[in-house]
């Protein structure tokens, strides 16, 4: 397949762009620019013996997303830790707001510390 012209995607979708000539071009004197445009994909200033490591760039890539996806599940954790300790701390306030007096609180108290839902402190 050989490209007249570029590719351009303005609405999301790509079509192909507008038609032009090699007349067209040198009748203005500008030069064919569709070679350019194919071979994007080298790199300009790098010699040819020079050659890009796939499986440095790869393994690079992999550690990053193991680290990332590491992270998120840290993350994760911490929130759901935070989230069931003040489920718990909710939990024995409600428990000991029914308490009906100062006795009872106090018994209400020693219970929760014994059970480990109350911090020593």
Do not use: C, K
């Not at 080298?42 to 990053?64: C, G, H, K």
């Amino acid at each position: 397949m050989r490209l007249e012209a570029p590719l351009y995607e303005g609405d999301g979708l790509i079509r192909p762009g507008p038609v032009v000539s090699d007349r067209s071009l040198s009748v203005r004197g500008e030069t064919d620019m569709g070679a350019e445009l194919v071979h994007r994909n080298t790199i300009p200033d790098a010699a040819p013996s020079e050659a890009v490591d796939i499986a440095a760039i790869e393994a690079r890539a992999r550690a990053l997303r193991a680290a990332t996806i590491a992270a998120w599940f840290a993350r994760l954790g911490e929130r759901l830790n935070e989230w069931l300790e003040s489920a718990r701390r909710r939990q024995a306030e409600e428990y000991l707001a029914r308490a009906q007096s100062h006795a009872e609180l106090e018994a209400r108290l020693r219970e929760l510390e014994r059970r480990g839902y109350l911090p020593h402190i």
